[in-house]
């Protein structure tokens, strides 16, 4: 890994990386806050939304006041591979703001012409951990978070790695990709017409079926919490927590939803709560 | 004045709002932060540095969780006029990005092609003032602050105008722009050749001589609170703080210089330290 930049901020310090990956074939960008001292830290892993790059969480979330207190390392990678590819050849992209680069929706793409370079699923599960535990001071253990399309990676993520995360959470995630344009047409292109193929990458759906829950009926994550805006435009849409919050129920599964009065789907309202997700992450990483 | 995007963020409102300025001949564009609750609140002007537009500071500087702590409302202005102007004539500009557009310095400039809407001084310390009093629940008391070009505005039109501020401090100022690069470029442009009236505009020129001190010796201010990076690459050729401690030493104003080990001259390092700004400002508006 390459630092293109490096800042001090909030005693710690937050640098740019890229690294040529070999899950997407192309170079990878993100960046990586570790807190003052020594550590050994545990790692949170934040996932961005449509549109986003690593930059947008790390400019304006405002999370390393929080992380730099708690103490934890925090871990934002792009949203998808960018082109070109490592041999130099055009990685596939859409016009649209809701598919290809900056859209890679934390899957890994089956479908032409995705599936060559999109494989976010296998990259942050796999060559992202694999990367942050080698390249600095973590404790081998982590949770995640993320935005919009980001709270759909954290959540889908956990529940189908469960093992791999002490807890998981979410600001306005897309909770049931099935069931909302962006979604469906992510999940077309990247996985194809089989909707039965969907399923196991949509949170809802799999919180009702289950997944992350530990084979003695206990859930592997004892609570899971989610701010979501009640003046954010694609709430009813697109977002619907409410058929996370049914399937949860039906599930046995514990889920805080807080709606939070007047907040939007911008940053400013990622920034209002982070502290809060940061804090929850850090009780639960803190006494693994 | 018109709300061209209203955020709610740590529970208060945020209003970015723009409004045609008598001042600039222009429309002017701004940011504007009100706590929850009634009111009235002190207030907290910011000026930005060089190439920012009211944004940066709105999107990465993460004021506002302190700001709503201390119940403080934060203005932040463009740092220019732009184009074109109210009667659709164009607005001077430079291709540098240290003059111009994005680069308004403070002052009123006297020069061409500068003179007819570069009014920033007057903007900021009148029609602003004024705005915001009329349009907000204020206390009609309020301090200002302000990160490198803005550092120097803060510090002179605070030293300039000391009635209307009760306190001021600064991120990386611009101490005594009449050596500097920057400052002499900008000087020369919008006030002209002669160099005896850059003084009036040079923070370390202002405190050596005696600007914003009371008659009777006490200085109207009773500390002015400045951070710098000692990793920030403009520290040496642009910002000199030195100066101003020299200055400030001879004159007998107490001046607190923080040297932030490691810090560099980005929003990483203002965000890191803006909750004590908040807190070195609340303090004086609310004993005020």
Known sequence: MEATKTHIVHGGTLRYLKHDSVTTGTSMTLSVFVPAGEGPFPVLIWLSGLTCSEDNFTTKAGAYRAAAE????????????????????AVADDAAYDLGQGAGFYVDATETPWAPHFRMETYVVEELIALIDAGFPTTKTRSISGHS????????????????????????????????????????????????????????????????????????????????????GFLVDQLKPELLVAAAKAAGQTLTLRMQPGYDHSYFFMASFIADHIGFHAKRLKTS
């Open 149 to 232: 399309m980001g709270g759909h990676g954290a959540l889908t993520l956990a529940l189908r790695h469960p093992e791999l995360f002490k807890s998981v959470s979410a600001f306005a995630p897309i909770a049931s990709p099935t069931r909302c344009a962006w979604g469906e047409k992510a999940f077309t292109a990247y996985l194809g017409e089989d909707r039965s193929l969907w399923d196991a990458h949509d949170a809802a759906k799999l919180v009702e079926a289950g997944a992350g829950q530990n084979p003695g009926g206990a859930g592997a994550f004892d609570d899971i919490l989610i701010d979501q805006g009640d003046a954010d």
């Open 70 to 89: 708690q103490g934890l390392i925090i871990v934002a990678p792009d949203t998808s591979p960018r082109g070109p590819d490592l041999k130099g050849r």
